[in-house]
């Protein structure tokens, strides 16, 4: 769906009855930036950026409050949104817009590119004798900038820092949440926001990847609103992306995600350097279509799956109907920090169908859910994650699930890592059940990721759209040994993969049903 906001390029009449536009753009084409090429340095506001200002801060109501308090910019990179933005939080902070005592935030994923924010602003009240007089910089204990004379100030924290509930901001950027790891901070800033009367929310940031994210339920919203769907004016959603029609590699197209392109920025030979070497490298395709085309992506930067062949399989299975059939199990146990996870695939025919099971500590899991910015407790509300109690998955729960499964269905195998879980399948064979030790090497899970893969891309899997399924498996980034056998690579995959793992497993060992391999042995507790 194309959402371009038309209204930034045709010359349609922006509200503004009380000039509250006209006075941020003036107020903006008077400040100074060290590296603009205008005359005497003159902050360059060109017309995508003049006509978003007037836009946001012109419409009022009868008694001149702004209308919108949130606006979501999402615009390739290199198109000088943080010079933008330096200048609006100038307008907060000294401009026609601030309050006594008002508080300006710059919100980032870290505490580096919250300073570029920062660095922005007080580069551009460095070329202004007046601005430098008339405020105060610091760098400890955070990046700050003050006007004495009305109490304001300019700050920029981070996500990775403090995130305490008790600021009260009048103005807030959060700045490339595509890269934002949970979701504290965000919570501390939108909850203050709504504290006082007449605040502002900019959200800017170029496209993330994945869908079980912070970033993605606000595009989610963005779009929605965009589309008329969802009805929010206070709400301004503002995405420049190329359209999928347009081919990667097609100039005419790189202009709907870079409104600055005609003007000469981005570079647009440095585009097309880019857009030549991603013909020949995944990774940097994946990057140029991310960054620079401004496409939502999928997780892996090296994309082990086509997450639209992958979608097709997500028609619904209903479990009461493979009641005794024959299927394999794979476990992924996790540790303190991961999922554990229990695939079972039941092949019938042409097709295999995999249930997914997630178990999680019930004590940490709002921690770990905040921590991986996942939603582990809608996923354990819909039944989809069991919690377990204690500060780790207990190995009895696991094991009591294993034997319900068991009773449930005609299980063939249940493959496991030897590494982690030796003593609990050492009870469960003496019981008779099926274990089947399953090394996590290159021998043994390079052709198990290739047996998942082929099911995938032959359209044979059936997953039922499991969520943590997904997410995992859109996770994923894979390493290839010299002879070409593939495995996943834990350590560059972007969050976790633990149901993934597990479904790899249950399938490679429904899909062969041989007799174990010199690397897999039936009964037998080993480590290593």
Not at 43 to 60: A, K, N, P, S
Not at 172 to 186: C, F, K, S, Y
């Amino acid at each position: 769906m194309n959402i371009r906001p038309e209204w930034i390029f045709d010359d349609s009449p922006l509200a503004d009855p009380h000039g509250f536009g006209e006075r941020a753009v003036t107020f903006i084409r008077k400040l100074k930036h060290p590296k603009s090429t205008a005359a005497k340095h003159a902050f360059q506001l060109d017309r995508w950026q003049e006509r978003i200002v007037r836009r946001v801060y012109g419409d009022t109501d009868v008694s001149g409050r702004r209308k919108v308090r949130t606006v979501y910019l999402r615009v390739g990179r290199g198109n000088r949104k943080t010079s933008l933005v330096g200048a609006l939080a100038l307008l907060h902070l000294v401009g026609p817009e601030r309050v006594p005592g008002g508080l300006g935030i710059a919100a980032a994923s870290d505490r580096n590119q919250a300073k570029l924010t920062w660095e922005e602003t007080t580069s551009i009240v460095g070329m202004s004798a007046r601005l430098s007089e008339a405020t105060e910089k610091r760098e400890a204990p955070v990046y700050s900038v003050t006007h004495p004379k009305t109490r304001s100030r300019f700050e920029a924290i981070s996500s990775d820092g403090d995130s305490k509930h008790g600021k009260t901001p009048t103005f807030v950027v959060t700045d490339e949440i595509h890269a934002w790891q949970g979701r504290r901070l965000w919570a501390a800033l939108t909850t203050g926001l709504v504290k006082v009367p007449g605040t502002l929310h900019l959200i800017t940031t170029t496209a993330g990847a994945g869908q079980n994210t912070l970033a993605y339920d606000m595009e989610t919203y963005a779009r929605a609103v965009a589309s008329g769907e969802i009805e929010d004016p206070s709400f301004l959603p503002i995405v420049f992306e190329t359209p999928e029609e347009f081919d990667w590699r097609d100039e005419a197209g790189w202009s709907f995600a870079n409104p600055g392109l005609e003007i000469g920025y981005p570079d647009l030979a440095g585009l097309r350097t880019m857009a030549r070497q991603a013909g020949h490298m995944p990774a940097v395709k994946a990057e140029f279509e991310q960054y620079h085309l401004n496409r939502w992506r999928e997780a892996s930067l090296s994309p082990w799956l086509d997450m639209e062949v992958y979608d097709e399989g997500a028609d619904p299975i209903d479990e009461a109907e493979l009641e005794g059939e024959d299927c394999w199990i794979g476990v992924d146990y996790g540790m303190v920090g991961d999922l554990t996870a229990i695939a079972a695939a039941f092949p019938d025919g042409d097709r295999i169908r995999v249930l997914v099971w997630a178990m999680a500590p019930e004590a940490t899991l709002l921690e770990k859910a905040e921590r991986d910015g996942m939603p582990y407790l809608q996923w354990r509300d819909d039944g989809h994650l069991m919690p377990t109690e204690g500060n780790i998955v207990d190995r009895k729960a696991l094991s009591d699930f294993l034997r319900t499964l068991c009773e449930r269905f005609h299980v063939r195998e249940i493959a496991y890592d030897p590494y982690k879980l030796t003593e609990t399948m050492a009870e469960l064979s003496e019981d008779g059940l099926p274990v089947v030790a399953m090394r996590q090497g290159w021998a043994t899970m390079g052709p198990a990721v290739e047996s998942l893969q082929a099911a995938i891309l032959a359209k044979r899997l059936q997953h039922g759209g499991n969520p943590v399924l997904r997410a995992h498996a859109a996770n994923v980034v894979t390493r290839v040994d010299p002879v070409g056998n593939q495995s996943f690579h834990k350590g560059k995959s972007k969050g976790r993969i633990d149901a993934v793992v597990a479904a790899t497993m249950a399938v490679h060992r429904a899909v062969t049903g041989e007799a174990p391999s010199p690397y897999e042995e039936r009964g037998i507790v080993f480590v290593g």
